[in-house]
């Protein structure tokens, strides 16, 4: 399975970015797509998924402001970011989990930096 991260990149404050994520493989059985970020220093953090049966999760601190949606048929979980925060610059990473013929497996993108100037 392979996970091509992009969208990410500059951008001031109060100001929009929208990232895309396209998993690509044989026989791809998706659960659950989503993202997560990291800040220097910090842990990686929850930022929303979204699963197969059209349900969606965020992080508390993102709802009102991200969105996340996805297209069953290319594969792909977007993530479209509003009213961006300095506190919102980070290393943004895809992850999918997979189901497999013996169990459910995650597997993580590659990241792509978004950061956000006052």
């Known amino acids: 399975v392979q996970l091509q991260a992009s969208g990410g990149g500059l951008v001031q404050a109060g100001g929009s970015l929208r990232l895309s994520c396209a998993a690509s493989g044989k026989n791809l059985n998706i659960i659950t797509m989503g993202w997560y970020r990291q800040a220097p220093g910090k842990q990686r953090e929850l930022v929303a998924t979204?699963?197969?049966?059209?349900?969606?999760n965020y992080a508390d601190s993102m709802k009102g402001r991200f969105s996340i949606s996805s297209d069953h048929a290319k594969n792909t979980v977007y993530l479209q970011m509003s009213s961006l925060q300095t506190e919102d610059s980070a290393v943004y990473y895809c992850y999918v989990v997979i189901r497999g013929n013996i169990g459910n497996y995650g597997y993580w993108g590659q990241g792509t930096q978004v950061t956000v100037s006052s």
């Open positions: 979204t699963a197969s049966d059209g349900s969606t």
